[in-house]
């Protein structure tokens, strides 16, 4: 089972500002089969980035993803109200999909 | 559009079992997995499985397997999670969404809430 850890567990930004949230595996993620999810309080997740840098249908620019292998990145370059969530990485690239913790982004 | 509905919030007794249906509209329901994910309160999200439409063949958590049952009835494009023996830390929000190995799981259904509660 390929474990998926998250960091920071919460990040406190104010609106406008840069957040950069991270998300490493235990073994390199199979055709870089990760995606990023958020969600708020309530809600369902959402899809925003999938393949590890493409965005979804209805995703925002300011959102982006990187990286390969172990080690991936979600960065919102100027955070809005609404982005203000809990934010997973996810593996779908081999049995069983696992999640990360989760990183809650909070209004400072 | 593409959408999953779930069946409404459950309350169940310790030892019983729940059944969750997520209808799927918009789409060719046999093109796509179903998976099952579920979220105890305040807590991350855990895979439990996915089905496959198309075929019927069913891949479980190894955590979930002898518990967990996943069916379909593809003449009205429904999803079932059925899960048995069920456990207070069993509670939880049980979400259904749509599975490619291209874009992976999108969208979720809106979730349904199971209560485990003597």
């Known amino acids: 089972e390929i474990v998926m850890t998250q960091s920071p567990g919460t990040l406190s930004l104010s609106p406008g500002e840069r957040a950069t949230l991270s998300c490493r595996a235990s073994q390199s993620v199979s055709s870089s089969y990760l995606a990023w999810f958020q969600q708020k309080p309530g809600q369902a997740p959402r899809l925003l980035i999938y393949?590890?840098?493409r965005r979804a249908t209805g995703t925002p620019d300011r959102f982006s993803g990187s990286g390969s292998g172990t080690d991936f990145t979600l960065t919102v370059s100027r955070l809005e109200p609404e982005d203000f969530a809990v934010y997973y990485c996810?593996?779908?690239?081999?049995?069983?999909?696992?999640f990360g913790g989760g990183t809650k982004v909070e209004i400072k | 559009q593409v959408q999953l509905v779930q069946s409404g919030a459950e309350v169940k007794k310790p030892g019983a079992s729940v059944k969750v249906s997520c209808k799927a509209s918009?789409?060719?329901?046999?093109?796509?997995?179903v998976h099952w994910v579920r979220q105890a309160p305040g807590q991350g999200l855990e895979w439990m499985g996915w089905?496959?439409?198309?075929?019927?063949?069913?891949n479980y958590a190894q955590k979930f397997q002898g518990r967990v049952t996943m069916t379909l009835d593809t003449s009205i494009s429904t999803a079932y999670m059925e899960l048995s023996r069920l456990r207070s830390d069993d509670r939880a929000v049980y979400y259904c969404a749509r599975g490619s190995w291209e874009i992976g799981l999108d969208p979720w259904g809106q979730g349904t809430l199971v209560t485990v509660s003597s």
């Open positions: 393949g590890a840098s």
């Open positions: 918009g789409y060719t329901f046999t093109d796509y997995y």
């Open positions: 089905i496959n439409p198309n075929s019927g063949g069913t």
């Open positions: 996810q593996q779908y690239g081999s049995s069983p999909l696992t």
